[in-house]
């Protein structure tokens, strides 16, 4: 039987990364995936191939509406050739995945392809279609990720009511997506859909989508998604998903309590996910997991059972590909000996939508809830000169910042390119900084990313130069 100084059970983003981390740790590891291809939800079927589908379905929109205005003609009919496109995207999900094939070689990393689960607290028995084999480990990492949850009383066919996954694949633009859920996922793909011609209507349950996020980010996503002409009801509840034919039908209750329907050729569930542990056999180790299924940990990550780790969508936290790797990182150094750390304060929350929405820190209704002091600074995208210049103009920036301290308690933007802006404020709240420190920093003009110092700017004395 091969040993090894650690285990890996998934290879998805916070699997692969405390795989190659615990290698470069000098540590004998083993990672073990049960599909063909490595990568997990993130690479395959998540993060990666929307973000491609939502650049295609953006460059689509340009040319319909936008190149004109920028003096670019182009002659003829522009048409869409959306089995392109998803090849495209797939020819992109497979550079990345063949990129972990090599990053695993070049750590010595020994990968092994099957069911992984647990013989007891140290062994775990593989099972593929060929063999069945067995390893040991002295420590074990669960990184085994989440799949997208079902309604109670609506399974997923695969054809007409679909999950992300079948979202990811349409071989055609549907007439009219119904969307339920009004989060990340459920939004990124109605706008990638949205671009490419479909009649799209979201259903959330919460009284605004994003409810995760700042209220204000939310009102204005839901501004610019009416302006595009995607439907947005909120505080509905879903009570059926009916299929008929090529029709889905799905029953809601809005607020005044009254019945409505909404039909369409296609139903996407985006409600979130829920934490994968089948055929790991927990059992087996003696963990102990929570009534969602989330196994339990404590601040190190570790299980109930000593040598024994679970990371990212397996374990209580936000669903994110970047949590995860931060805590793939922490578990090799901590099980290496090392103390490592990891504030989940400052892990940025981000919507790819155009406009991006970012967040990072305390929401207004976090510090309304702790009967916190505390100012606001915010700046309007249309009023720098690099969002006229793109036409960008939607969106803002707002820094929350203490009252007396004037330390940053949170920071969040909607606008072009905040996927990247937000990465600021993360470094600036790490090492405490406060309104001032980033008012008084030089950003380059013209940039984005002097909305970020109009808002400290505005946090501060209200000083803001440009509004």
């Given at each position: 039987?091969?040993?090894?100084?650690?285990?890996?059970?998934?290879?998805?983003?916070?699997?692969?990364?405390?795989?190659?981390?615990?290698?470069?740790?000098?540590?004998?590891?083993?990672?073990?995936?049960?599909?063909?291809?490595?990568?997990?939800?993130?690479?395959?079927?998540?993060?990666?191939?929307?973000?491609?589908?939502?650049?295609?379905?953006?460059?689509?929109?340009?040319?319909?509406?936008?190149?004109?205005?920028?003096?670019?003609?182009?002659?003829?009919?522009?048409?869409?050739?959306?089995?392109?496109?998803?090849?495209?995207?797939?020819?992109?999900?497979?550079?990345?995945?063949?990129?972990?094939?090599?990053?695993?070689?070049?750590?010595?990393?020994?990968?092994?392809?099957?069911?992984?689960?647990f013989v007891n607290s140290n062994t775990?028995?593989?099972?593929?279609?060929?063999?069945?084999?067995?390893?040991?480990?002295?420590?074990?990492?669960?990184?085994?990720?989440?799949?997208?949850?079902?309604?109670?009383?609506?399974?997923?066919?695969?054809?007409?009511?679909?999950?992300?996954?079948?979202?990811?694949?349409?071989?055609?633009?549907?007439?009219?997506?119904?969307?339920?859920?009004?989060?990340?996922?459920?939004?990124?793909?109605?706008?990638?859909?949205?671009?490419?011609?479909?009649?799209?209507?979201?259903?959330?349950?919460?009284?605004?989508?994003?409810?995760?996020?700042?209220?204000?980010?939310?009102?204005?996503?839901?501004?610019?998604?009416?302006?595009?002409?995607?439907?947005?009801?909120?505080?509905?509840?879903?009570?059926?998903?009916?299929?008929?034919?090529?029709?889905?039908?799905?029953?809601?209750?809005?607020?005044?309590?009254?019945?409505?329907?909404?039909?369409?050729?296609?139903?996407?569930?985006?409600?979130?996910?829920?934490?994968?542990?089948?055929?790991?056999?927990?059992?087996?180790?003696?963990?102990?997991?929570?009534?969602?299924?989330?196994?339990?940990?404590?601040?190190?990550?570790?299980?109930?059972?000593?040598?024994?780790?679970?990371?990212?969508?397996?374990?209580?936290?936000?669903?994110?590909?970047?949590?995860?790797?931060?805590?793939?990182?922490?578990?090799?150094?901590?099980?290496?000996?090392?103390?490592?750390?990891?504030?989940?304060?400052?892990?940025?929350?981000?919507?790819?939508?155009?406009?991006?929405?970012?967040?990072?820190?305390?929401?207004?209704?976090?510090?309304?809830?702790?009967?916190k002091n505390y100012k606001v600074g915010?700046?309007?995208?249309?009023?720098?000169?690099?969002?006229?210049?793109?036409?960008?103009?939607?969106?803002?920036?707002?820094?929350?910042?203490?009252?007396?301290?004037?330390?940053?308690?949170?920071?969040?933007?909607?606008?072009?390119?905040?996927?990247?802006?937000?990465?600021?404020?993360?470094?600036?709240?790490?090492?405490?900084?406060?309104?001032?420190?980033?008012?008084?920093?030089?950003?380059?003009?013209?940039?984005?990313?002097?909305?970020?110092?109009?808002?400290?700017m505005a946090a501060t004395e209200n000083?803001?130069?440009?509004?």
């Open positions: 039987m091969s040993t090894f100084d650690v285990i890996v059970i998934g290879s998805g983003p916070g699997g692969y990364v405390a795989a190659i981390r615990a290698a470069q740790l000098g540590m004998k590891t083993a990672l073990i995936e049960k599909y063909s291809k490595m990568g997990g939800t993130c690479l395959n079927v998540g993060c990666i191939p929307s973000k491609s589908l939502l650049d295609s379905s953006h460059h689509y929109e340009n040319a319909l509406h936008n190149f004109a205005n920028h003096g670019i003609v182009v002659e003829g009919d522009i048409k869409l050739d959306l089995e392109q496109m998803m090849s495209r995207k797939s020819s992109v999900v497979e550079q990345t995945t063949k990129g972990l094939e090599y990053l695993m070689d070049k750590n010595k990393v020994t990968v092994f392809n099957g069911l992984g689960s775990i028995q593989i099972k593929s279609e060929v063999k069945t084999e067995t390893i040991e480990g002295k420590h074990i990492i669960i990184a085994t990720g989440s799949k997208p949850t079902k309604l109670p009383f609506a399974d997923f066919d695969g054809e007409r009511i679909i999950s992300s996954t079948e979202a990811l694949k349409l071989k055609e633009v549907p007439k009219h997506l119904v969307i339920v859920g009004g989060g990340v996922i459920g939004l990124e793909l109605g706008q990638v859909y949205s671009r490419l011609g479909a009649k799209v209507t979201v259903i959330e349950y919460q009284d605004r989508i994003i409810p995760n996020m700042d209220a204000s980010l939310s009102k204005e996503l839901t501004k610019v998604f009416k302006k595009s002409g995607v439907k947005i009801n909120t505080s509905h509840k879903v009570t059926s998903i009916d299929r008929n034919g090529e029709s889905v039908i799905v029953s809601a209750e809005n607020k005044k309590g009254e019945n409505v329907k909404f039909e369409g050729d296609y139903c996407l569930i985006s409600i979130g996910r829920s934490a994968y542990t089948n055929g790991l056999n927990l059992d087996n180790a003696g963990l102990l997991s929570d009534k969602y299924g989330r196994i339990e940990v404590d601040k190190n990550l570790k299980t109930n059972v000593s040598n024994i780790y679970a990371i990212g969508d397996v374990v209580k936290g936000v669903m994110l590909a970047h949590k995860a790797e931060e805590e793939g990182v922490y578990v090799a150094e901590f099980i290496s000996g090392q103390r490592p750390h990891i504030d989940y304060n400052l892990i940025p929350g981000v919507v790819y939508t155009w406009p991006e929405v970012a967040s990072v820190g305390k929401t207004e209704e976090d510090l309304k809830d702790a009967n915010q700046f309007p995208m249309r009023a720098l000169g690099r969002s006229r210049a793109s036409s960008d103009l939607d969106g803002f920036v707002k820094i929350l910042a203490d009252s007396q301290s004037d330390e940053i308690l949170g920071v969040h933007m909607i606008g072009a390119r905040c996927a990247d802006l937000i990465s600021e404020a993360v470094v600036a709240m790490e090492y405490k900084a406060t309104a001032e420190d980033i008012a008084r920093i030089s950003h380059a003009h013209p940039t984005f990313s002097e909305a970020i110092k109009e808002a400290a000083r803001a130069i440009h509004i």
